[in-house]
């Protein structure tokens, strides 16, 4: 059984998913929605995370740690050091590319991995390995910054799983990708 | 009572509404549903259309007129000569900024544009003259091709209308746009 990979992810409505300095100002600005279980749920499906050295830093600045499952930071230029000491039970660093981590991840078990990050997604997705994609929509156009997909060879067909919007006008959206 | 700019348009799951050479097969070879009146209902609501020029030669390929309202293709390259003849009397070419044609639109009485095409959409939007958007967004990637959306100055924040998902797994959503 190969590995599945799934995107949950936020976006603007114009499909960034964080300005070119990878600020994210212009999501923490949005209204909380409370009764949203939706990354809860969605956690409870995965055996662990893949995310980019940009995501990660990201995370870091959120006043709590809000994975509870085994994190996997793919970069090159960051190291064990980089882990601050209240998180180094939870996050390795891989210098793998995506081949040899998802060999690496089947031989420990792992089945569902979220995949975080505008640059690991795309190649996890050029890769073959993205199975599902949940797209939680902002209503805001930023302009510019880091989009979510990138180029690709030729086209990707999905199929809509479901569709609901939440109280704070966002639009969340899962699909299926089905494949070229 | 100042112009009040609507688009309604179709994009790829990555924002395009064509590809870099203006096709549109991504969004023909997808499945058609007969049950959907959202366009007719749309098109009910509007005095006119604006529209490109590319806008323009995309719809001229189609087996029949779909517009029942005026239609106003700005552009400084073409001109009268370029209409088709079966459709003299519903299409004029325009060569105004953005600022005069709304005055020159609200002078003959018209008080809802449907604004088509990504140019003349950015364009719209940037001088604050879309009230509007209504986005029906299509499983399938397409990697490259004219967004729907460009830079902008400030963030844009709208509100979310509505949103509902369609048999053929389209989901089109309607925003208000509130602002910078």
New interface residues.
């Given amino acids: 059984m190969p590995i599945s990979g799934k995107v949950f992810i936020a976006t603007s409505?114009?499909?960034f998913i964080a300005r070119e300095d990878h600020s994210i100002d212009?999501l923490m600005n949005q209204p909380e929605d409370p009764e949203d279980r939706s990354f809860h749920e969605f956690m409870e499906t995965v055996d662990g995370l893949v995310m980019g050295s940009n995501s990660f830093r990201t995370v870091l600045g959120f006043k709590q740690w809000i994975y509870n499952k085994p994190v996997v930071v793919l970069s090159k230029s960051l190291s064990k050091a980089d882990i601050p000491d209240w998180i180094t039970g939870d996050v390795e660093i891989s210098n793998l590319d995506v081949e040899s981590l998802v060999s690496s991840l089947e031989a420990r078990g792992w089945s569902s991995v979220y995949i975080d990050g505008g640059a690991v997604i795309q190649s996890f997705l050029k890769a073959g390995y993205i199975e599902e994609i949940t797209?939680t929509?902002i209503?805001?156009?930023?302009?510019?910054g880091i989009?979510?997909?990138?180029?690709?060879?030729?086209?990707?067909?999905?199929?809509?799983i479901s569709?609901?919007?939440t109280g704070a006008?966002?639009?969340q959206?899962k699909?299926k990708v089905v494949g070229e």
Same sequence: chains 1, 2.
């Fill in positions: 409505l114009d499909g212009w797209i929509k209503p805001v156009l930023i302009g510019s989009p979510l997909f990138g180029e690709i060879e030729s086209d990707i067909q999905l199929e809509l569709s609901k919007s006008g966002f639009v959206t699909y």
